[in-house]
């Protein structure tokens, strides 16, 4: 159901899910997606473990959970490291459900040491091995994007040579994704929770993004990381708008839940949406609260933010 349709003919059932309580509201387990009413406008991805003292330990019971609270999406940053037998449950389940797979982690990212910036061949052939065993785990859990990260800066070589080491290097990834119609989304992440590393602003990950020139290389617009480093959040958003094909949310200070910090993310959502953006916004944050109350605090934020007011039609 279109979602402006959805709020004029179930306002009752969308206050009671702010109201009643996660389970109450829910009130659909074992339900595929396509058989339940749209929650959310825009498609928000929980984390595993993210809602655990409601679902449990089993992963297959979280997604149960999620897709029960609304969720149409779901992302795992450590897919990758599962057992393969692991990544066709959950893929399985996703598909049951209609959920769609965020981002993984495409490759090994080196927090402290340069990488892909160094132009070294031997770290260069590692990478693009990495990248070829996430064609695989994509396939598998029927993903598009994955993150990749070009590590820490080269104190000894000037910026202008590591940026045309990434480049290539990220060129050379895109040929191996390009056949699979698969997406890398580079993360700027920011100074303070990770000092040193060469990505940080989103003008720099457009630049380099437009020098690939790939629509397999792209950028994940972490919002929390970006009000951290430059803020600006909309127009930045704007200006590398052909570029940006992933976002994800945490709020400013403490990382946690829309609502918790400084960031409006009714405007910010809404103008996402007005954008006319249909992809993925990974829940990239902690929970604000311990235990359950916690967890219906993270629902209860994402229903205040999504329901965001509708620009008037032009007359």
């Keep these: ?13 969308s206050a009671a899910i702010v109201s009643g309580g996660l389970l109450k509201a829910a009130g659909h387990a074992g339900k595929s997606r396509q058989e339940t009413e749209q929650v959310f406008r825009l498609k928000y991805a929980p984390h595993f473990g993210m809602f655990r003292h409601h679902a449990g330990e089993d992963l297959l019971d979280q997604i149960q959970f999620m897709a029960d609270a609304g969720f149409r999406a779901m992302e795992d940053n450590g897919m990758k490291g599962r057992e393969v037998t692991m990544q066709e449950k959950i893929a399985a389940k996703m598909a049951n459900l209609g959920m769609e797979m965020g981002v993984f982690v495409a490759h090994t990212i080196h927090w402290t040491e340069p990488d892909l910036v160094s132009g070294d061949p031997g770290k260069l ?8 065993e996430s064609v695989e785990v994509a396939k598998r859990v029927n993903a598009r994007w994955m993150t990749v990260v070009p590590g820490h800066v080269d104190l000894r070589l000037d910026m202008g040579y590591q940026t045309r080491n990434v480049i290539f290097a990220l060129k050379r990834a895109s040929e191996i994704l390009e056949p699979h119609g698969l997406v890398m989304v580079l993360e700027p992440l920011n100074f303070r ?3 040193g590393l060469f990505l940080k602003k989103i003008p720099q990950a457009f630049q380099i993004c437009q020098a690939v020139g790939s629509p397999s290389c792209k950028i994940l617009d972490d919002l929390y990381h970006q009000q951290v480093q430059e803020g600006n959040l909309i127009p930045n958003m704007d200006l590398a708008w052909d570029e940006i094909a992933y976002f994800q949310t945490g709020d400013n200070p403490g990382r946690n839940e829309p609502t918790t910090g400084e960031i409006n993310y009714q405007n910010v959502f809404a103008h996402i949406h007005g954008k006319g953006y249909t992809g993925i916004v990974g829940m990239e944050h902690g929970n604000s609260i311990r235990g359950k109350a916690g967890e219906q605090a993270v629902i209860d934020a994402y229903l205040n933010v999504d329901h965001f007011r509708q620009a008037p039609d032009p007359a």
Excluded: G
């Excluded at 159901?1 to 059932?13: C, D, N, V, W």
């Excluded at 052939?125 to 070829?132: K, Y």
């Design 1 to 13: 159901m279109e979602r402006r349709s959805f709020i004029k003919h179930s306002a009752a059932a």
């Design 125 to 132: 052939d590692r990478f693009l091995q990495e990248i070829r």
């Design 193 to 195: 929770d990770h000092p």
